[in-house]
């Protein structure tokens, strides 16, 4: 079975503040996919990053850095230097051989001025 | 270019019913799939379709149905509703769901449903 655990159900930092996401996921495939959405409060997800199992360059777009490590099955997502709009609900994501995408439970981030 | 277009925004229905919420996929976008996301269980996957056949189920009663048409919009069905079915559908599509490999999924804002 696949399951992603988001341990961090709440988050609160300061602007300018740096804040890691954590997220550890389980699965049996060899072949998979990792996911990052940030939910804002209008609903919709939008999506951030797309790990294969295969890449584990870490990355790095802006603000935002991705550090993918097999070996403790972790997939963190970093904000450097937040701002109030990062405000939302992280979510890590999971894609295996089931063609399921599944999902972790969410952290809720808020970035107070 | 628009994107993924849920309706209604808000719905309220009585235990029994049934109701049906409707997804219109970004333009050129041949996947759908819809998911429900509650405080307890968070997002879970309901189902996915593709070229107006269902390619992927979730862990769902039979309550649970959808279809998509061929202009790729779909719909999803929930019928005998019940108070556990009040939750957040969100619908997202893609390009196409390439088997062994893992499109960007766009998601709509979403259906907020309240059964009562």
């Known amino acids: 079975a696949q399951k992603v655990t988001q341990a961090q159900t709440e988050i609160s930092v300061v602007e300018k503040e740096d804040v890691t996401l954590d997220c550890v996921y389980e699965t049996r495939d060899t072949t998979y996919y990792l996911f990052w959405y940030k939910q804002p409060p209008s609903g919709e997800l939008v999506f951030l990053i797309r790990r294969n199992s295969f890449d584990e360059q870490n990355e790095i777009s802006g603000r935002y850095s991705w550090n993918f490590q097999k070996s403790t099955s972790s997939f963190n997502f970093t904000i450097t230097a937040s701002q109030v709009v990062d405000s939302a609900v992280y979510f890590c994501?999971?894609?295996?051989?089931?063609?399921?995408?599944?999902f972790g439970k969410g952290t809720k981030l808020t970035v107070n001025p | 270019k628009a994107g993924v277009t849920q309706t209604p925004r808000y719905l309220i229905k009585t235990r029994g019913q049934q109701v049906t919420l409707s997804c219109s996929p970004i333009s050129g976008h041949r996947s759908v799939s819809w998911y429900q996301q509650t405080p307890g269980q968070g997002l879970q996957f309901l189902f996915e379709y593709f070229s107006e056949t269902q390619r992927n189920k979730g862990n769902f009663p039979g309550r649970f149905s959808g279809r998509q048409f061929s202009n790729s919009r779909s719909e999803m069905n929930v019928s005998t509703l019940e108070l556990g079915d009040s939750a957040l559908y969100l619908c997202?599509?893609?390009?196409?769901?390439?088997?062994?490999?893992?499109?960007?999924?766009?998601f709509g804002s979403g259906t907020q449903l309240s059964v009562l």
């Open positions: 994501a999971l894609k295996g051989g089931s063609e399921k995408l599944v």
């Open positions: 997202a599509s893609s390009l196409t769901p390439n088997r062994g490999s893992a499109e960007k999924l766009f």
